[in-house]
């Protein structure tokens, strides 16, 4: 090998780490605080959206919804912790006819109420009832725990057709037909709540779906956040050895950032023959909204959230099913307009994806031309994030949307088994994983590798074919210069090795305030 070829090759490694890590960082933990309005509202800012084939033992028949919100928590951060807004609507929407359109919608809505119908708890000091400042008065272990003074409980409600104008009907408990369920308080620390794990799963309920003949679980409370990433390192002006994050065998070379933080969960396990319709594929998203008005009450009266009152039109302010796509894909004057719409609009933001800037930002910034993909306009991100993929995860009749899609009919892959990158794991290694990201997202997918391959052309490159995928001439090899070398690209974190459980709700115990 020549001199120049070996400088040419190490300049090109340089700017594949450079371009990866840069990337990461704009992942920031899949979407937490990716839009400027949403830092305002860490209550409904959605972090990640998951849906795949429940991988737990007898359950293979059933899909796992997952939507995470409130991001970066502490464990310690009370004494408030992170209850939900009862001033905002969650919802999970489910598109099962390819029309970019919800079909089907799970609403949550929560209340928080001081125990003693608004009296709190108090201690008598000096002959005096007087408040205590804390939202326990002592140990907890059970659901309605006496020793709690605020009681977190939420609503569900599935609506079939447009979410605002569709049949809404109340999700109820199998057990004893109430419509309003309670949530956990969040995991305080090993004196209050001396066994976390226990005390959560009492908050695991068998429900009845109205249109559904299966009953499904649903689970709400805090967990530990279940995305990996390399924070710290990307926001110090990418301080990271370049020949460790080109390393494949280096995937694990560097701590998880947030791997000691929490975030509030909405999880649902509903059976897959009650979210299709005649097609296998379903698309899925999740999305927060608050009311258009509030009022501050500037001298608020004794009481709980008694400070705002909210009133008119729902406003959507948060939306997430593909991970990264606001973060690294959306320009930043229409992040926030994309956390207000609907797939149904999505035509309006065509432009970034068929011609992504970050590539050629990257040149920009790295002094370092002809490393970006030039297969323009890039079909290939088209089919892996806007349609799906033919023959895996595209419906019948698809109109070009962003969302999470999976095929409900390809069967789940045991955790041991999974490929961390999923469809792109299979490429590299000739699996048949085919459970994973992009078609659907498990919490082992390891998002952010698989969507650097896929941005900086690689899966144009797939196993030595200019159309392993489907994407034809997309991916002439002359139009993607990186080609094989974009499967290389990783953070140095892997996503693999966090700790998950081996059933529903899935998701860790959330980190404790003390342990």
């Not at 939507?67 to 929407?93: K, R, S, V, W």
């Not at 005390?199 to 779906?209: P, Q």
């Amino acid at each position: 090998m020549s001199i120049h070829s070996q400088r040419r090759r190490s300049g090109l490694a340089t700017a594949v780490g450079l371009a990866l890590v840069t990337l990461a960082g704009g992942a920031a933990a899949s979407s937490h605080r990716e839009a400027p309005f949403i830092t305002t509202a860490p209550k409904v800012d959605g972090t990640d959206f998951y849906m795949f084939r429940s991988y737990e033992t007898g359950r293979s028949d059933f899909v796992t919804l997952i939507a995470n919100y409130m991001p970066l928590q502490d464990g310690y951060g009370g004494p408030n912790y992170f209850a939900f807004d009862p001033n905002a609507l969650y919802e999970i929407h489910i598109d099962n006819n390819g029309d970019a359109k919800e079909d089907i919608t799970f609403q949550f809505r929560f209340k928080n109420a001081l125990a003693g119908n608004g009296a709190g708890v108090n201690l008598n000091i000096g002959g005096k009832s007087v408040g205590i400042p804390l939202i326990q008065a002592g140990a907890v272990s059970n659901v309605k725990d006496a020793n709690l003074q605020v009681a977190e409980s939420y609503t569900l409600t599935v609506v079939r057709g447009d979410r605002r104008s569709g049949a809404a009907q109340a999700v109820t408990n199998a057990n004893n037909g109430s419509s309003t369920f309670d949530k956990p308080v969040d995991n305080i620390g090993k004196k209050t709540i001396a066994d976390y794990p226990a005390y959560a799963a009492k908050h695991l309920y068998s429900v009845n779906i109205p249109g559904c003949g299966t009953p499904a679980r649903v689970f709400v409370g805090q967990r530990q956040d279940p995305f990996a990433v390399n924070l710290g390192t990307i926001f110090d002006l990418v301080n990271a050895p370049v020949a460790v994050i080109t390393d494949p065998a280096l995937i694990n070379a560097a701590p998880n950032t947030i791997g000691d933080k929490n975030v509030s969960t909405l999880a649902l396990e509903v059976h897959k023959s009650c979210l299709t319709n005649g097609d296998d594929v379903i698309g899925g998203w999740t999305t927060a909204s608050l009311r258009q008005a509030r009022l501050l009450n500037g001298k608020p009266p004794s009481g709980h959230q008694t400070t705002e009152k909210a009133g008119g039109a729902w406003v959507q302010v948060s939306r997430l099913g593909m991970p990264l796509v606001n973060e690294v894909v959306i320009g930043l004057k229409d992040k926030d307009k994309f956390n207000g719409s609907k797939p149904s609009a999505d035509a309006q933001f065509a432009d970034y994806v068929t011609n992504p800037t970050l590539p050629a930002l990257l040149e920009i910034a790295l002094g370092l031309p002809n490393t970006a993909p030039t297969n323009f306009p890039r079909t290939d991100l088209v089919t892996t994030f806007l349609t799906g993929i033919k023959g895996v995860n595209q419906p019948k009749n698809v109109v070009a949307s962003e969302m999470l899609r999976l095929n409900t009919a390809i069967a789940p892959v045991p955790f041991a088994q999974q490929n961390r990158l999923g469809i792109v794991g299979n490429i590299l290694a000739g699996g048949s994983d085919n459970a994973g990201f992009p078609n659907g997202r498990r919490p082992k997918d390891d998002v952010v590798d698989v969507s650097l391959v896929a941005v900086m052309g690689g899966l144009c490159m797939a196993n030595g074919s200019t159309d392993a995928l489907g994407f034809g001439a997309a991916c002439k090899p002359a139009a993607v210069p990186l080609g094989a070398t974009a499967f290389k690209l990783h953070d140095a974190v892997d996503q693999a090795v966090v700790p998950l459980l081996p059933g529903f709700p899935y998701l860790n115990t959330p980190i404790p305030g003390t342990k």
